[in-house]
């Protein structure tokens, strides 16, 4: 694979979908680590960074850090991409056999840490369908919750997000008419 001698040049992928504070927290955290675990494998050579920040793993396509990455791969400036698990990759089961068979096809193998799972390894595919199958169906369960709440938020007028809508003012999870701002809104 790598000629002896040669360095095993790594990327790291890292990946937060919303950009709240705590994520963004976490956001920073994931490079910094991925930085001195790199540093810290002998023969591994920083190939870079990709991450993106606020983004959804259900799709690869807004997710221009990965596409740069995959370009990389394909440029053959990689030799091994580590990132933390299956769903900081690709939520999506499909994408996430596409990429790592054509990562693997470039000579890039993948390595998830927290799955253990390397595509260089004889038994990965499987290992990575079964993964992949449980975050995108984890993906699926979360969306049917979060769509639940909503609901029924909605039918006890309970009022979610962000409550700063002109004219209004949250009093207990409702809004009511804010009598100074009102006169604005209804000009």
């Not at 504070?21 to 494998?41: H, T, V």
């Amino acid at each position: 694979m790598i000629p002896a001698g040669k360095s095993l040049r790594v990327a790291a992928y890292c990946r937060v979908s919303t950009d709240r504070d705590d994520q963004a927290n976490s956001f920073e955290s994931q490079q910094r680590y991925f930085r001195e675990y790199i540093a810290r494998q002998p023969g591994w050579e920083l190939a870079g960074i990709f991450a993106d920040e606020g983004l959804s793993g259900t799709s690869t396509k807004k997710r221009l850090a990965f596409q740069r990455m995959i370009a990389c791969a394909r440029a053959r400036m990689l030799d091994l991409i580590v990132t933390k698990e299956i769903s900081r990759f690709a939520r999506n089961t499909l994408d996430s056999i596409r990429y790592t068979r054509e990562l693997l096809s470039a000579g890039v193998g993948v390595f998830f840490q927290n799955d253990n799972i390397n595509t260089f390894d004889e038994d990965s595919e499987l290992r990575l369908t079964i993964m992949s199958g449980i975050a995108q169906d984890e993906l699926r369960k979360l969306s049917s919750r979060v769509k639940f709440g909503h609901q029924q938020a909605i039918k006890n007028n309970v009022v979610l997000g962000n409550s700063r809508i002109f004219g209004y003012r949250k009093d207990i999870k409702r809004l009511v008419i804010d009598e100074t701002e009102a006169p604005m809104v209804s000009e």
